[in-house]
């Protein structure tokens, strides 16, 4: 059974940092590519940041280059997004999303992220 489960979020000052978790089991973790989407109130889901299966490729939204960080430990199945600097605008519910190709996808629940004083 597969299960993709995010952890770590909470609310934060503007300025602060929160490390998310993304815990997966029940199917190859190595061989999938990891995302983290986020969807705020009245707005589309966004991709935030990706990782190949490797860990050797990574791809960010413009908006939190040189802010957040992707990564994976294949050896613990889990991915991680560390935020730095945040800003409310990055308010959001966050979801992890393991994909190797367009049979093979799989999200998590979210964990919401509150920035705010």
């Known amino acids: 059974q597969v299960h993709v489960v995010e952890s770590g979020g909470g609310l934060v000052q503007p300025g602060g940092s929160l490390r998310l978790s993304c815990a997966a089991s029940g199917f190859t973790f190595s061989t999938y590519a990891m995302s983290w989407y986020r969807q705020a109130p009245g707005k589309e889901r966004e991709l935030v940041a990706a990782?190949?299966?490797?860990?050797?490729?990574?791809n960010y939204a413009d908006s939190v280059k040189g802010r957040f960080a992707i990564s994976r430990d294949n050896a613990k199945n889990t991915a991680f997004l560390q935020m730095n600097s945040l800003k409310p605008e990055d308010t959001a519910v966050y979801y992890c999303?393991?994909?190797?190709?367009?049979?093979?996808?799989?999200w998590g629940q979210g964990t919401q992220v509150t920035v705010s004083s």
């Open positions: 999303k393991a994909h190797r190709d367009a049979s093979y996808v799989y």
């Open positions: 990782i190949s299966s490797a860990g050797s490729s990574t």
